[in-house]
Nanobody, 116 residues
Framework: QVQLVESGGGLVQPGGSLRLSCAASGFTFNSYVMSWYRQAPGKERELVATMSSAGISTNYADSVKGRFTMSRDNAKNTVYLQMNSLKPEDTAVYYC?????????WGQGTQVTVSS
């Protein structure tokens, strides 16, 4: 059974930090591209960051460059998103995604709220 389980969301003040985790199971994790997406209320889901299967290349949305860092631990089947200097506009539900040819899986999401 394929599972992607996000954790680490919560309420944080502007300028603060959070670290999201996404634990994967039920598929060959190290052969999948992993990504983080987010969806704010009333907005479309947007790509935040994506990392190659071996973790060699990473791309970020312009809105998070220099503040967010994505990493993956293929030994633990887990991907992370370190979020620093958080802004109110980062408030959203954050989802992780695993995809490759003939395979596309999503987690259930974790809420991140940036507010004073």
């Amino acid at each position: 059974q394929v599972q992607l389980v996000e954790s680490g969301g919560g309420l944080v003040q502007p300028g603060g930090s959070l670290r999201l985790s996404c634990a994967a199971s039920g598929f060959t994790f190290n052969s999948y591209v992993m990504s983080w997406y987010r969806q704010a209320p009333g907005k479309e889901r947007e790509l935040v960051a994506t990392m190659s299967s071996a973790g060699i290349s990473t791309n970020y949305a312009d809105s998070v460059k220099g503040r967010f860092t994505m990493s993956r631990d293929n030994a633990k089947n887990t991907v992370y998103l370190q979020m620093n200097s958080l802004k109110p506009e980062d408030t959203a539900v954050y989802y992780c995604r695993a995809n490759r040819f003939r395979g596309d899986y999503w987690g259930q999401g974790t809420q991140v709220t940036v507010s004073s």
